[in-house]
């Protein structure tokens, strides 16, 4: 049973910066989509960043325009790992922070995600 598991939340001040991990084991997600939602309270589960495979084009990454610029979605296949590099971190980035793996249909679509993490907590706070 593939597992993924997430790691680096925490408070930070607006401005600040946080480098999320998550660890999957189980199976390998190389050439797979691996990504990034978030879900803050009372709002539903929302598209942050993912990075695509596919025989035609290798990896792809893909931002929210909320977060494009200052976020970074990253991966290293040898460590089955999936990171996303926070910046200039605002008071509408808290939330809590879901890994996803694998899947099919539209990347922005949390449905369409197979694996989840457990999500840790970002708060931006003074």
């Known amino acids: 049973q593939a597992q993924l598991v997430e790691s680096g939340g925490g408070l930070v001040q607006p401005g600040g910066s946080l480098k999320l991990a998550c660890v999957a084991s189980?199976?390998?997600?190389?050439?797979?989509?691996m990504g990034w939602f978030r879900q803050a309270p009372g709002m539903e589960r929302e598209f942050v960043g993912v990075i695509t495979w596919s025989l035609y084009t290798g990896y792809r990454k893909y931002y929210a325009d909320s977060v494009k610029g200052r976020f970074t979605i990253s991966r290293d296949d040898g460590k089955n790992t999936v990171y996303l590099e926070m910046n200039s971190l605002k008071p509408e980035d808290p939330a809590v922070y879901y890994c996803s793996a694998a899947g099919t249909g539209d990347y922005f679509h949390s449905a369409n995600s197979d694996y989840w993490g457990q999500g840790p907590q970002v708060t931006v706070s003074s």
């Open positions: 189980g199976r390998t997600f190389s050439r797979n989509r």
